[in-house]
């Protein structure tokens, strides 16, 4: 048996989860490093309200695993509707770097969907981190596809149209 020295242990995680009904969801975990000294290493948590014609998400996630760099703090959020018997349904994105203070990425679908088949519409834009040395700062997107019962969608085979 010894006395333990040299052993890696990994962080000590606190989960839970509840669900009081269908129409609330929440969870958190939490992850404290006892082998480092970094303390709280990760906390994730997040909520979700559901009802009849859509619903809303939004989490929020730190973590730290070097204690030279700054701790990474993420919010996202997406709100969902349905309506017309879940024919026309839409969705909103947003993800936030909290840390840096930009929104690294947001996007809008919407679709129209018959017995058979279905068009579905998507914009999204990403926002890059400044000083990557890339070229362009964002990226949008458009795409359009066809989807059909039971086959699967089809959309643009060289990818989505792209603008700056």
Known sequence: MGNG???S???IALTGRVSPNATFDGNMRA???VTQGL???S???GASLNYRAGGVTLNYSRQRFDRTQPANSFVSASTRMHTLQDR???TYSLSWDVAR???VSQGVVGSYMAQCCGVQAEFQT???ASGLGLPLSTDRRINVAFVLAGVGTFSNFFGAFVGR
């Open 5 to 7: 020295v040299g052993r």
């Open 9 to 11: 242990l990994s962080p």
């Open 31 to 33: 992850e404290y490093d």
């Open 39 to 41: 303390g709280l290493q």
């Open 43 to 45: 906390l994730t948590t």
């Open 88 to 90: 026309v349904s839409g």
């Open 101 to 103: 203070g930009y929104v």
């Open 126 to 128: 990403f926002n890059y």
